[in-house]
């Protein structure tokens, strides 16, 4: 899962898109408005919600041992 902060000022946004879609199967979420650090922005709620997703469609997906 790529969370992208599309106004990263550290990290250019197209940049790391770019490259996250260069990974099979990537999730991608490019975050318009959101800087560098997704979690700690204002509107927190939307990447955690994202990688909660994730989180659980990838333990939903993996065999039971």
């Given at each position: 899962?790529?969370?992208?902060?599309?106004?990263?000022?550290?990290?250019?946004?197209?940049?790391?898109?770019?490259?996250?879609?260069?990974?099979?199967?990537?999730?991608?979420?490019?975050?318009?408005?959101?800087?560098?650090e997704v979690?700690?922005?204002?509107?927190?709620?939307?990447p955690f919600?994202?990688m909660t997703?994730?989180?659980?469609?990838?333990?939903?997906?993996?065999?039971?041992?």
């Open positions: 899962v790529w969370l992208i902060g599309g106004a990263d000022p550290i990290a250019d946004a197209r940049l790391s898109d770019a490259l996250a879609r260069t990974v099979p199967k990537a999730e991608v979420h490019l975050l318009d408005g959101f800087l560098h979690f700690n922005e204002v509107d927190r709620a939307r919600a994202l997703k994730a989180i659980d469609g990838f333990l939903a997906a993996k065999p039971a041992a």
